[in-house]
């Protein structure tokens, strides 16, 4: 039996060899997958399993995943599971380690949530500059197969399980699950509308689930040990452990399994060894470029990092990429940077997100080559209000917190930077 | 409501839209529902003949629904009315379905603002340049902003981005990029509807753009329709673009004259300095008609008003002096026509083209049967009595087939014989109808066709017979897959419904009658007749060779011999004297009178030549191949001295003792309803009559459907078939063999863009035009030591021409496809040789 230290998921700090496959073997690896379907095991039992455990989903919007696979429309044939290897966030990088480091247990959690959903096909949709990695897992992929874990008649079943890898072409975009689909499909990298949703209509119009790397990489060891072992870390509503992506102005950047509510301050300041040079703390994104900017007071700073405490000091968990900003960073300048991000990357299917980001960047250009007035800051605030709400997916939203919170929450920092 | 829209579901519910209380049927989309109860709500992606896509998010409203009891599930009262809960966002009307209880509403401040915001961002990328922008005066986006818009810009103007302004998509179609909001109508028209997508969008942001993928560019027979459907004026036509100003122009409702589905059109005209002060044809755009061509136009029908050119045409009536052609008066032209006539008498032919009108064609059969004389048709199609007699039941509608229906296409490349059709048949494919394709080779409509019999050509005939249980003279071995043909019958003869599309791909005239006679024995044992959505439809290569067959006009076996054996050729619309061995029988013919709009060959050998007018000056009716009977009317003036065909056929017939009516078109089909059954109920004023058509299009909200024309001139009438008051029967028979004595065998084949009269005198439509070209079998082409692309020398029925060789690895080995009027006539399979250079 796997021994479960502090961590799920980058397991590769107690065992430094998991990487190799029969050391993951030998503990105990790939046995949860093999009874899964060597005893058939009811997908609805496994459904239920990791319905009840509380995991939600790592990709940023913290759906409850159980009830996610449960929407998968059982009249429709096939099923696909699409495994969200996109990781694009500014400041997100939790995935690429779970797949380097410990990528039998990140295949063992796909491959029983395919069985779980009745899908015979797994994609893998990896960012474009993770071919390297797609390199890698494509040959784990040949093993696997060597090894009789995937192919056809698995362990002497009917069941037929194979894994197939994508690289995309280096769009955000494409990490928004139904731009993911369509370029997958070989169409361009733009977001459906929904509903549908994919548990309905997915790949190829069939049913299809897609979930992050991170989330997925739990499943193995939640059917092994239980819905309740899992609901013992975390908090009540957000349970689990959590890879937290730290970066920005603090000593050790990294990634950090803690248990969902772990406070930030115990993040940045033990973990991550405090601010640079000890200067003071500004600001914090707890969700890379799409967050809003929290004012890092006392509050903030002991408020849980959980998907219900963080709305509490006016931003969201996302995907946990915690960017933290110091003294030095004047906000005028970051929302540049920003917007600049979200211009690149607005797909430009709908108008406020393509227009508007383009809009708000040549504002915050003109703000910050202190051309700008203060009637241009005002009006950048307006032309973020009026990004929100209505765009087709929740980029174009993503792209208006910094401004909007940054203007709100940093006045100063623009009355430095406009003549008045 | 419409019924239109009624019969998709049953179930219906119960709504308001802006505190109007309607009942539209689930899971109609918010938009459409207000569209319906006569609400407008603003669009620029949403299309109603295409899937909803959210893109532009205009159409914003603010959404309500009944709250319920969580525990009960029972909803919540609040003074005797439901208790109503909205979003915290607005929502896009074009992709949110209506549902019981449902409150929308679109007049609020905060909905306008939504749509005020929208509205600047696009005009923060936007030239505004609706001084000189083609559809400026309709434009959705210029509507819109004198609705929403702000009367200044909050985006620096310096800080616009200038794209290139002329960028020719094709040869037809121009972009502008500037104007372009990204609202994809154009791409998913071409992906969606005509499943073509030589266009689409390129980059991301605000850097996407439109592009064509195709060489030669926007290579798509619909390219116009993404003009009319674009809701700015990023797409502009060849013919039009910065030629007018809508509001300048009137509206003339005429019918395509360019294949037989006969589809429904308005002719925009405007009055104009650089045409000597005349009123002149600006464009021609589609006009509404559910039925027929629902809101859409195939390139060549669209632009073929361009080939009609004032210095071409033929003002006065001509006769013969010696050598020449000399100018002379109506008086004396028609005194020499009648006197010959009558010197001919029985020893008279007329010959008609497929392109007259039913007015037209009875006068000149009338003239012919007084005399005595032979009424002809020069075509090299038959089965017009056949359609005539099981043609499709009375009330069919080819977008009423679906799920439970079968439509089978025989000898027919049916998207170059006619666009429309083969449009009509893709969306029932789309609906469910099981589409059976018995083609020669491959087509673009095996594409939605589930079953594919691959047959040789010569074979038509014989599959459809087998199809229909007969075994006498067929042989089996003939049949590419026996089981395939199996399986089609059996759906065919268990469908609901069934159509037949026979056509032209590979026949002549004797082929066509025998596959004609196979089709209705086919339709006839399977009791696929009399009813709506079943019968057969003649894919004619003209726009009314239905017409002159129900008119009386025949094609014959002998024309040759009859035109040299006859005293008198009566010659109207048609050009038979460009076929070498027709111009030789005429030069036997005694006298020969042409009756045409422009100096044809057969004019130039003729003894009288009689100046008619073209159908956009004059008014008509044609019947389609679907047998509805539709008027046109005039659009244009015609040339003073021109007149009418059936008013010249009159004037004929009275010097000869024979009262035709002359004096209106209108009056000529009382005669013609009095005198041919099939079209007994009809006149002018019910084939003008309309009905309420879904979607609602054209009208002021030209945001909704586009500058389509909403039809207020008439949806026509559809006559019946006369298997449905008497009873026919039809026998099997042995079909004849097509035997192949040399190497190769030359099969005439249509391409829509053909060396015809019309592509070739439109200027705007010739840089779509190939060289004369044949389409040989790859295998067959690499023997022969050709290449794609180079010259070759063919020689058919004596005549050798050097022609292009394209190659198609699909077709049959020792086939040679010859495009009709494509430079090399041909009108029958026959032996050709052919030589490499
Ligand atoms: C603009 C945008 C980018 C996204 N990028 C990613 C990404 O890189 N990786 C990811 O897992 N989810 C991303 N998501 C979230 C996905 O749409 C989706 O919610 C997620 O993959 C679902 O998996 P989960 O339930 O396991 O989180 C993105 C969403 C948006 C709107
Ligand atoms: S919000 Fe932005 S990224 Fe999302 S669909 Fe609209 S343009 Fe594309
Ligand atoms: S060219 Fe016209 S129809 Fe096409 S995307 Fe642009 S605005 Fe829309
Ligand atoms: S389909 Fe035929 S009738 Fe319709 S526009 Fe084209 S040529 Fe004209
Ligand atoms: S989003 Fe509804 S019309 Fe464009």
């Given amino acids: ?420 | 409501m419409t019924e239109v829209l009624e019969e998709k579901t049953t179930k219906l519910v119960n709504l308001t839209i802006d505190n109007l209380e309607i009942t539209a049927p689930e899971g109609t989309l918010i938009v459409d529902a207000a569209k319906l109860a006569g609400i407008d709500i603003p669009v620029f992606c949403y299309h109603p003949k295409m899937e909803p896509v959210g893109m532009c998010r205009m159409c914003l409203v603010d959404v309500g629904m009944p709250m319920r009891d969580r525990d009960t599930g029972e909803t919540i009262m609040e003074k005797g009315k439901p208790k109503i809960q909205f979003g915290r966002e607005l929502q896009t009307g074009c992709t949110v379905s209506v549902s019981e209880g449902m409150v929308v509403v679109g007049y609020t401040e905060k909905v306008k603002k939504g749509r005020q915001d929208i509205l600047e961002f696009l005009l923060s990328s936007h030239p505004l340049d609706c001084p000189i922008c083609d559809k400026g005066g309709e434009c959705p986006l210029q509507n819109l902003t004198i609705g929403y818009g702000s009367g200044e810009s909050r985006f620096d103007l310096e800080e616009k981005q200038h794209l290139a302004k002329h960028v020719p998509l094709g040869d037809l179609i121009w972009l502008d990029r500037e104007r372009c909001i990204q609202c994809a109508r154009c791409t998913r028209f071409q992906d969606e509807i005509v499943d073509q997508p030589v266009i689409g969008f390129q980059n991301r942001g605000r850097k996407l753009q439109i592009v064509t993928f195709s060489e030669p560019g926007f290579d798509s027979y619909w390219s116009g329709n993404t003009s009319d459907i674009c809701p700015v004026g990023a797409l502009t036509t060849a013919d039009f673009r910065f030629g007018a100003r809508p509001w300048e122009m009137q509206a003339s409702a005429s019918v395509c004259n360019q294949c037989s589905v006969n589809c429904n059109i308005t002719f925009n005209t405007r009055r104009e300095a650089k045409s000597g002060g005349d009123l002149v044809i600006k464009r021609a755009m589609p006009r509404q008609n559910e039925e027929v061509n629902e809101v859409w136009l195939c390139d060549k029908g669209r632009f073929a008003y361009t080939s009609v050119k004032k210095d071409d045409r033929l003002t006065q009536p001509l006769i013969r002096e010696g050598e020449t052609l000399v100018e002379t008066t109506w008086e004396k032209a028609l005194d020499l026509v009648a006197e010959k006539a009558k010197e001919a008498g029985k020893e008279m032919v007329s010959l008609v083209g497929g392109r007259l009108s039913n007015e037209d064609y009875f006068n000149i059969n009338q003239l012919t049967a007084h005399l005595g004389g032979k009424s002809l048709l020069n075509s090299e199609m038959a089965g017009g009595d056949l359609v005539s007699q099981v043609g499709l039941g009375t009330g069919s509608n080819i977008a009423d087939m679906g799920q439970g229906d079968a439509i089978l296409i025989v000898a027919s490349d049916l998207e170059e014989e006619a666009p429309l059709f083969w449009l009509r048949v893709k969306q029932a494919a789309e609906r469910g109808a099981e589409v059976i394709i018995a083609n020669a080779r491959e087509t673009r409509a095996d594409r939605f066709a589930k079953y594919k019999i691959r047959i040789a050509f010569g074979q038509e005939t014989a599959v459809i017979l087998s199809m229909a249980g007969a075994k006498e003279g067929i042989a089996v071995e003939f049949l590419a897959d026996d089981a395939k043909v199996k399986a089609a019958a059996k759906v065919f003869s268990e469908a609901n419904n069934a159509v037949i599309y026979y056509g032209s791909d590979g026949l002549g005239l004797s082929g066509s009658e025998e596959l004609s006679k196979a089709c209705a024995f086919l339709l006839s044992e399977t009791k696929h007749t009399g009813r709506p959505n079943n019968g057969l439809v003649a894919v004619w290569n003209k726009a009314n060779l239905q017409g002159a067959w129900d008119m009386g006009f025949r094609p014959s076996e002998t024309l040759a011999a009859d035109l040299k054996n006859a005293k008198f050729a009566y010659v109207v619309g048609n050009d038979p004297a460009s076929k070498d061995i027709l111009e030789k029988s005429l030069k036997d013919t005694d006298f020969v009178v042409v009756q045409d709009v422009r100096l044809s060959e057969t004019a130039e050998i003729a003894d009288v030549v009689l100046p008619a007018q073209v159908y956009t000056e004059r008014e008509g009716t044609y019947t389609s191949a679907e047998r509805r009977v539709q008027r046109f009317y005039p659009a244009v003036p015609a040339p003073e001295m021109t007149k009418p065909d059936y008013k010249i056929t009159a004037k004929i017939a009275k010097r000869l003792d024979l009262s035709l009516e002359k004096i209106a078109a209108s009056l000529v089909f009382l005669d013609l309803a009095e005198k041919v059954a099939d079209y007994a109920e009809l006149d002018y004023v019910r084939l003008a009559e309309v009905t309420e058509q879904w979607p609602i299009i054209g009208r002021d909200d030209l945001f909704y459907g586009g500058t389509s024309y909403q039809n207020t001139q008439g949806l026509g009438k559809q006559i019946s078939p006369a298997i449905e008051t008497e009873t026919i029967k039809y026998e099997a028979f042995v079909p004849s063999v097509l035997s192949k004595k040399d190497e190769f065998l030359a099969v005439p084949v249509t391409t829509l863009y053909d060396r015809g009269s019309t592509m070739l005198s439109s200027e705007v439509l010739q840089p779509r035009i190939a060289d004369p070209y044949v389409i040989l079998n790859t295998a067959d082409a690499e023997k022969l030591g050709v290449e794609a692309g180079v010259q070759i020398s063919v020689k058919l029925n004596g005549k050798t021409a050097n022609v292009t060789a394209k190659l198609d690895d699909s077709l049959a080995k020792g086939i040679v496809l010859v495009p009709r009027s494509m430079g090399i006539p041909i009108s029958d399979p026959g032996s050709i040789t052919i030589k490499a250079k």
């Fill in chain 1, 1 to 420: 039996m796997s021994k479960v230290d502090k961590h799920i998921l980058l397991r590769h700090h107690e065992i430094p060899d998991i990487a190799n496959i029969k050391t993951y073997q030998a503990d105990g690896g790939f046995e949860t997958f093999r009874k899964v379907v060597s005893t058939k095991m009811d997908p609805v039992e496994l459904k239920n399993i990791v319905h009840d455990s509380g995991l939600r989903g790592r990709g940023g919007a913290g759906f409850p995943t159980g009830l996610k696979w449960k929407f998968v429309d059982d009249n429709n044939w096939p099923h696909y599971l699409v495994v969200n290897a996109d990781e694009s966030e500014p400041g997100t990088f939790k995935d690429r380690e779970i797949m380097e480091k410990n990528p039998w247990q990140f295949f063992e959690g796909i491959m029983v949530s395919a069985y779980a959903i009745s899908a015979n096909d797994i994609y893998i949709y990896l960012r474009g500059e993770f071919w390297e990695l797609a390199h890698v897992l494509d040959e784990q992929i040949e093993l696997m197969k060597k090894e009789g874990l995937l192919g056809k008649n698995l362990f002497g079943t009917e069941y037929e399980l194979n894994i197939f890898t994508h690289l995309g072409a280096g769009a955000y975009i494409c990490g928004e699950e139904t731009a993911l689909l369509e370029s997958l499909e070989g169409k361009m990298g733009q977001p459906r509308v929904r509903p549908p949703f994919p548990p309905a209509v997915g790949l190829y119009a069939k049913p299809t689930v897609v979930n992050n790397v991170e989330t997925l990489a739990n499943v193995s060891l939640i059917v092994e040990k239980g819905a309740n072992w899992y609901r013992k870390f975390g908090t009540e509503k957000s349970a689990g452990t959590k890879v937290f992506s730290l970066s920005g102005r603090v000593k050790n950047p990294g990634n950090y399994e803690l248990p969902l509510g772990t406070p930030f301050r115990e993040l940045i300041y033990e973990h991550g060894g405090g601010i640079i040079d000890d200067r003071p703390i500004k600001g914090i994104m707890a969700a890379g470029a799409s967050s809003s900017i929290i004012v890092a007071d006392d509050k903030a700073l002991d408020t849980p990092m959980d998907y219900e405490s963080v709305p509490d000091v006016g931003a969201q968990l996302g995907s946990a990429s915690v960017i933290i900003l110091d003294d030095t960073v004047d906000m005028s300048w970051l929302i540049n940077k920003t917007t600049h991000f979200f211009k690149h990357e607005s797909c430009g299917k709908c108008t406020p997100c393509r227009e508007g980001a383009f809009w708000m960047t040549s504002l915050t250009e003109r703000i910050r080559s202190k051309k700008g007035t203060m009637e241009d800051v005002i009006l950048l605030e307006d032309v973020a209000k009026n990004i929100k709400g209505k765009t087709l997916c929740a980029l174009g939203e993503f792209s208006t917190e910094a401004v909007l919170s940054a203007i709100e929450r940093f006045p100063d920092d623009f009355d430095a930077q406009v003549n008045k």
